[in-house]
């Protein structure tokens, strides 16, 4: 990830926060913390991309294992943290600069996750909930080295790679249920991904960075936040990501314990 992801990343976090903080109660006053959750989640999610310079498209897939905390503002914002681990695969993606041609397959690299998210109640019609929801995911770390096989000399090759993803958009919420609270989410999404290699074999040696840059999607998500008990939540939803041709998608669930 450059400068310039960082950068934007940076810059959406804050924007997702002051969203939060700005419609939570009081905002001209000192904003309180008024409950405090914390769990585990996993998400697993596809999307396709076109790498810069190629043609075909492919697909970036990934399986986020998190802690979060879940810091409720009042009048129902809730500001989301996370951090855990990031199993991300590149189907598809070929270096074709490099001394020797590498196609990455089906391997998977081993990175580390950050995020935040936000839900901000905007308005309430008789049983049904209108809420502004946003996050952003980035994913940082992912590194792993192959050996080059059949050549007569030996030669490896090291793979570093990073995305970021944020997304936003309208969540309707229908509150008849009480404690299971059924939802329909639409969210646009973007993402920015890099991934550098570099083969040695021998004498030779080459660097090649493939980037998608700012790409963008749309999803539909049904979701449900159900309270097990009164300490105890359960969160699940499931997204179809739309494409020219065909449809990617996004599962994810988590456990939080409420202090």
């Not at 070929?94 to 901000?120: Q, R, W």
């Not at 940082?140 to 090291?158: C, I, N, Q």
């Not at 309707?172 to 290699?197: C, D, I, K, N, Q």
């Not at 570099?198 to 049904?222: I, K, M, N, P």
Request: glycine share 14%; hydrophobic share 50%.
């Amino acid at each position: 990830m450059g400068d310039g992801g960082r950068r934007a990343g940076g810059v959406l976090v804050a924007l997702a926060l002051a969203a939060a903080l700005g419609l939570a109660p009081d905002a001209g006053a000192q904003v309180m913390v008024r409950t405090i959750s914390a769990g585990l989640s996993y998400e697993n999610f596809s999307r396709t991309v076109v790498w810069g310079g190629d043609a075909e498209a492919s697909k970036i897939g990934a399986n986020l294992f998190t802690a979060r905390a879940d810091l409720g503002l009042g009048k129902g914002v809730i500001v989301g943290l996370n951090a855990g681990l990031a199993l991300t695969g590149n189907e598809g993606l070929v270096f074709d600069v490099l001394p020797i041609s590498l196609e990455l397959g089906d391997k998977t690299l081993c990175g580390f996750s950050l995020g935040a998210d936000v839900v901000a109640p905007v308005r309430k019609f008789s049983d049904f909930e209108i809420s502004g929801t946003g996050r952003l995911v980035y994913s940082f770390g992912m590194s792993k080295t192959w050996t080059l096989e059949d050549f007569a000399v030996e030669g490896k090759a090291r793979g570093e790679a990073s995305w970021i993803e944020a997304a936003a958009g309208p969540r309707v919420s229908y509150l008849f249920f009480g404690r299971v609270v059924p939802y329909v989410e639409v969210w646009a999404r973007w993402l920015h991904a890099s991934f550098t290699m570099a083969e040695t074999l021998a004498d030779l040696s080459g660097r090649e960075t493939r980037r998608v840059r700012g790409d963008f999607s749309f999803s539909v998500a049904l979701g449900a936040d159900a309270d097990v008990s009164d300490r105890i939540a359960v969160r699940a939803k499931a997204a179809v990501l739309p494409y020219a041709g065909g449809a990617d998608g996004l599962v994810a669930v988590g456990v939080l314990y409420k202090f």
